[in-house]
């Protein structure tokens, strides 16, 4: 679930030295010319800044130290590449076919050594128990035999062996990775040990996409009947009023959004909105997406990209005495089994002046198009699936997301599920 803040354009017109800089290369056939370079803070994507390409090349210069994830995404041709920065120069080179990135070439050593070690854990997780099964059947005398035990031997072999002077930011995500998330850890880690390194770690753990991950388990591990006191511990241990334990506490209330858990999503959205201490970027961003998305709230504006199916600019041109706005994609499993029980009722709907409007959160044009041939309501899509802007502007983690509005574009409900968009509006 992709998240985005924009930093003060201060820092995109720095004048001073740079600390590093990231050189992105492509084929001369991409077309694209702008991309934009973001970091991470937990979970949220950050836009740092744009380039446009030289002769199919993008050089961004990066004025501090960061050690961390980054990406970029390429916003015509919707493309984007993950990768990391030990403060140190980034160079990529990327094969495209058609508009589309083919492959990723990492030319400096320390995406070469983390790509590396990504694609060994991978197989390790993922093909060691098939060869251990496989090698069940040959002898180990023969030659395919001897392969098999070659190939076990390497992928058995440990990843440790990461320099951390060298490669700090590697030898960081890989540990803990390792530590907090393998699907097989030596030993699982208990809740005391999760608070004490989430306590205790580095600025890298905000970087590094490990925090909502670690906090998930933190909650399994503490398990259904114990949230409340687990999470209670977790910030009572942060303190809610340092940068740290905001930027959790902020975690967590998105972590309640996205599994339906409205209980403790209010309980902490509201023990946030209490706070009287100085709140950080990270927090502030989700107390504004929320009170700008809850019930009696104005519903944020938003001029429709390609809509079917209307005439009318925007969300809130759409005359109705009731509006249903749906948020899906047609990947979503769940928006598979919901949607089709909106269609059954949708003529039920449209007699009581009540229009449905479907955003979807899709990648794929042909994908969103046979799929939206069966909705005769608005349907509309940027196609740029979670890098999509009204994912961001309403506060959108999961699929199908629904809100209904009355007349004056006023959010009245936020349904959890189809079952209760229907009950509300009394066409059940």
């Known amino acids: 679930m992709k998240k985005i803040f924009i930093v003060s354009s201060i820092l995109c017109a720095f004048t001073i030295q740079a600390q590093f800089s990231i050189n992105i290369q492509t084929e001369p056939g991409f077309t694209e010319q702008e991309a934009i370079l973001y970091t991470l803070n937990g979970s949220k994507d950050i836009i740092f800044t744009k380039e446009k390409a030289k002769n199919n090349i993008w050089n961004f210069k990066y004025p501090k130290n960061y050690s961390g ?138 970087s590094s996409s490990l925090l909502r991950p670690i906090l998930i388990s933190y909650l399994n591990v503490g398990g259904n009947t114990n949230v409340t006191s687990s999470v209670d511990t977790l910030i009572n241990k942060l303190n809610v009023e340092t940068p740290r334990g905001q930027t959790v506490l902020s975690e967590l209330i998105d972590i309640f959004d996205v599994y339906d858990m409205s209980e403790f999503k209010t309980k902490y959205l509201t023990l946030a909105k209490d706070l009287k201490c100085t709140i950080n970027d990270r927090l502030a961003s989700t107390l504004k997406s929320n009170a700008a998305t809850d019930i009696g709230a104005v519903f944020p ?73 069966a909705f005769p309501w608005i349907n509309d899509s940027e196609l740029k699936g979670w890098n999509s802007s009204f994912a961001e502007l309403y506060n959108i983690h999961a699929t199908p997301t629904y809100f209904i509005l009355d007349a004056n574009n006023k959010i009245i409900n936020k349904p959890s599920h189809v079952g209760d968009v229907l009950e509300y509006l009394n066409v059940k």
């Open 69 to 206: 994830m980054m990406k970029i995404y390429f916003p015509t041709t919707n493309n984007s590449v993950s990768f990391i920065s030990e403060n140190k120069n980034v160079s990529i080179k990327l094969d495209t076919k058609a508009d589309k990135i083919q492959n990723v070439i990492y030319q400096d050593e320390a995406n070469e050594v983390m790509s590396s070690i990504q694609e060994g854990s991978q197989k390790k997780e993922l093909i060691l128990p098939a060869l251990a099964q496989i090698k069940e059947y040959y002898k180990d005398n023969t030659e395919f035999g001897k392969a098999l035990i070659t190939e076990i031997g390497k992928l058995s072999g440990s990843a440790n062996g990461i320099d951390p002077v060298k490669h700090p930011f590697v030898y960081y995500y890989n540990t803990n990775y390792n530590k907090f998330l393998s699907n097989n850890p030596s030993k699982k880690a208990t809740q005391e040990e999760i608070v004490n390194f989430i306590d205790k770690s580095s600025d890298m753990l905000e």
């Open 301 to 373: 504006a938003y001029k429709f990209n390609a809509a079917v199916n209307t005439n009318a600019k925007s969300i809130a041109d759409v005359k109705a005495d009731k509006k249903v706005i749906v948020f899906w994609s047609s990947t979503c499993s769940h928006c598979e089994n919901e949607l089709p029980q909106l269609l059954a009722k949708y003529n039920d709907l449209k007699a009581k002046n009540v229009q449905v409007i479907g955003m979807s959160l899709d990648l794929d044009k042909n994908s969103y198009t046979t799929k939206i041939a």
